[in-house]
């Protein structure tokens, strides 16, 4: 993953690593997959957030669901639905 590669070489390391998803299209990768990089994430104690919008997808929930109970690790990592009705994404995000 990119992103823990980028929190690898940080600048100051006392700082909580952190990875923050907007995932707006549908989730290419299987389940197990998900729950696998998850696991990866946790042990290395990275937090997760995920911002689910854009595109239904009755899979994709259920994966994102997946790949966060797999990094939580002390409630440490959330995740958000926003509905396809919303106006903007700011909108709920700021609630």
């Given at each position: 993953?990119?992103?823990q590669l980028a929190l690898k070489h940080r600048q100051n390391k006392h700082q909580q690593q952190r990875i923050i998803i907007f995932a707006g299209s549908p989730v290419k990768y299987d389940k197990?997959?998900?729950e696998t990089i998850g696991k990866k994430l946790k042990k290395n104690s990275v937090a997760l957030d995920i911002v689910d919008f854009g595109?239904?997808?009755d899979?994709?929930?259920e994966?994102?669901?997946a790949l966060l109970a797999a990094v939580n690790a002390n409630d440490s990592s959330h995740i958000v639905h926003v509905p396809s009705s919303a106006n903007a994404l700011s909108d709920v995000l700021i609630r």
């Open positions: 993953m990119v992103a197990k997959a998900l595109e239904e997808d899979e994709k929930p994966k994102l669901e």
